[in-house]
């Protein structure tokens, strides 16, 4: 009996071949995985906050992978430079971006960015959140939150506000209050925290909204006095400290930092990475390095931060259209 049969063309063999072969081997390496050194691309400069974070997680991710984390130090223009090396790179668990919120800050002052900071990127997990700690010279009457902002709406003259460069989280922190507060305060940007401080010390401008780790030691040493948060509630380590939104709610404005991976990552290599990572920032040293440093650790899931990306980025690209600020 002869069974019929259908001939294929050569061609439609060979891919048919060269697909299963691909699949074979695509899985072997997902299995194996890790089985070289991976690169984690720093959008920041060898021994600030940024970089001691990507290293402490290197070296963490070292121990558990058995494979070396080399972190890679990309700091011009604001992060940009890493964060297109990294949406270029192949989505193979060997490069890593450790995004932070200057990340989504940046796509909403420039619609023209060689990338999209979510859709470009696969997000693992946020590792951190911090926010800003509003504070003013101790010479300035007001003595709390309330009437701060009383004094903000009736000061006579030019009311000015610092930070540490255009388009930094001091900077757009003091744009929203504009907004929420009905004021109108001038920006003064300045090459970095702590020019700014010094500025801020010496009483050449009237407030600012500066990083919580700074902003507590000056704070404690009597130097300049706290107003108030940006978190959306109270910070466990500094209770006597209102946040912004019990005077003026809905004011939330959170530093963050996450790990990023490249498009398309294969699904088996997300869990993995998703999964020991969390298990790294759940480790007592790890939690308290992250609290010392004036932040919480904090961990969500890959969808959780993809969703969280895309609603910081809307918060701040409205933010810039409605206040109309110039950012160049």
């Known amino acids: 009996m002869k069974f019929p049969y259908r001939t294929f063309p050569a061609v439609q063999v060979l891919v ?59 700091a011009s223009a604001s992060g940009i430079v890493g964060a297109e090396i990294a949406a270029r790179s192949a989505p193979d668990g ?15 002052l420039n619609s023209k960015l060689p990338y999209h900071p979510v859709n470009d990127f696969t997000p ?9 700690m509003l504070v003013i010279n101790p010479s300035t009457p007001a003595r709390n939150l309330k009437e701060f902002v009383e004094w903000t709406r009736t000061y006579k003259g030019a009311l ?4 540490a460069g255009l388009g930094s989280g001091g900077h757009l922190s003091g744009e929203l209050y504009n907004l929420m507060a009905g004021i109108k305060a001038q920006h003064i940007p300045y090459s970095g925290t702590g020019p700014s401080m010094i500025a ?34 109270r910070v466990a380590a500094l209770p006597e400290v209102p946040a912004m939104s019990e005077v003026l709610p809905g004011f939330d404005v959170v530093g963050w930092y996450g790990l990023v991976a ?7 290599l997300l869990t993995r990475l998703h999964t020991e990572i969390v298990k790294i ?12 440093d004036g932040a ?3 961990s969500k899931t890959p969808e959780e931060f993809r969703k969280y990306m895309l609603a910081d980025l809307a918060k701040w690209a409205k933010l810039v259209k409605d206040s109309g600020a110039k950012f160049e």
Do not use: C, W
């Open 160 to 163: 000015n506000f610092g930070s």
């Open 16 to 74: 048919t071949v060269a697909s299963l072969i691909m699949g074979v081997s695509q899985s072997r390496a997902q299995s194996d995985y890790p089985n070289r050194p991976i690169r984690l691309i720093t959008p920041a400069a060898s021994g600030g906050t940024t970089d001691i974070l990507a290293r402490l997680f290197g070296a963490k991710l070292s121990e558990v992978f058995k494979q070396q984390v080399i972190v890679d130090n990309r």
């Open 94 to 108: 060997y490069t890593l971006f450790l995004a932070y919120h200057q990340h989504t800050v940046n796509a909403a």
């Open 296 to 298: 919480e650790p904090v």
């Open 262 to 268: 490249p498009a398309r990552l294969p699904q088996p």
């Open 124 to 132: 693992i997990t946020q590792l951190t959140a911090a926010g800003l």
């Open 281 to 292: 920032l759940n480790q007592p040293d790890v939690r308290d390095r992250i609290l010392a």
């Open 200 to 233: 801020l010390l010496g009483g050449q401008y009237q407030y600012s909204f500066a990083g919580m780790a700074g902003a507590v030691i000056q704070m404690r040493s009597g130097k300049l006095r706290a107003i108030a948060v940006t978190n959306p509630s």
